[in-house]
């Protein structure tokens, strides 16, 4: 079983949609839990940490559930722009982080 | 802040050459770098974890006489292809970890492209 599983997708949604991902983790001792965001060619980009309390920025919402070990990102009202691989990040006490393969979102008109 | 910046942004080398890739946190210091390798439309491969003033940790199946690291200050980290072949082309991405508390939060470079001809 790999350390971090995501579903690949892509997700094909129209804009305005809501859109939800998933990521498993097989390590029950992992501390620290992000999503991040890479556009094509691009470098990953931090898009939010993820707290055990769950957390939200604007559009978005980030939850954790340690008990059944995954973390979610939830998109509210897509948009065209929010188009690009969502990688979800996991690390534990060593904080060396560990990478799911990440999820194909596009949002189309 | 928490910037990271890589130079150079992209390399086009001959065969048989080497290439340095310098990867530096301008806004924080960062007692660990970590080097990634990307083949389009895959994930980030962890190469190795870079510790200033140590040597660094490869992840297995990476050569360190082919990709030496050396981290000589808390700013900075530099991955050096040595005698670079055609299948080593690929995106390099360094990132700076940097502490929050109880977490350790990853800060990437904008990147590196190598192409070997």
């Known amino acids: 079983r790999k350390e971090v599983e995501q579903d690949p997708g892509p997700f094909n949604v129209p804009e305005g949609a809501t859109v939800a991902f998933n990521c498993t983790y097989s390590?029950?001792?992992?501390?620290?839990f992000f999503w991040y965001r890479q556009d094509c060619r691009k470098e990953p980009k931090l898009l939010m940490s993820?707290?055990?309390s769950g957390n939200e920025d604007g559009r978005f919402t980030a939850q954790l559930n340690r008990a059944s070990q995954y973390i979610s990102l939830l998109i509210r009202d897509s948009k065209l722009s929010d188009s690009a691989t969502y990688l979800c990040v996991v690390s534990g006490g060593s904080y060396i982080p560990t990478f799911g393969r990440g999820t194909s979102l596009i949002v189309h008109p | 802040g928490a910037v990271v910046s890589q130079h150079p942004s992209r390399v086009i080398c001959k065969s048989g050459t080497s290439v340095k890739i310098e990867c530096r946190s301008l806004?924080?210091?960062?007692?660990?770098m970590f080097w990634y390798r990307q083949f389009p439309k895959q994930s980030l491969m962890l190469m190795a974890t870079s510790n200033e003033g140590s040597k660094a940790t490869y992840e297995q199946g990476v050569e360190k006489d082919k990709f030496l690291i050396n981290h000589a200050s808390l700013t900075l980290s530099t991955l050096t292809v040595t005698s670079a072949h055609p299948e080593d082309s690929s995106f390099y991405i360094c990132s700076a970890t940097l502490s929050r508390g109880a977490t350790y939060e990853q800060y990437f470079g904008p990147g590196t492209r190598l192409t070997v001809t």
């Open positions: 806004d924080f210091q960062a007692t660990t």
């Open positions: 390590n029950s001792a992992s501390q620290s």
């Open positions: 993820v707290y055990s």
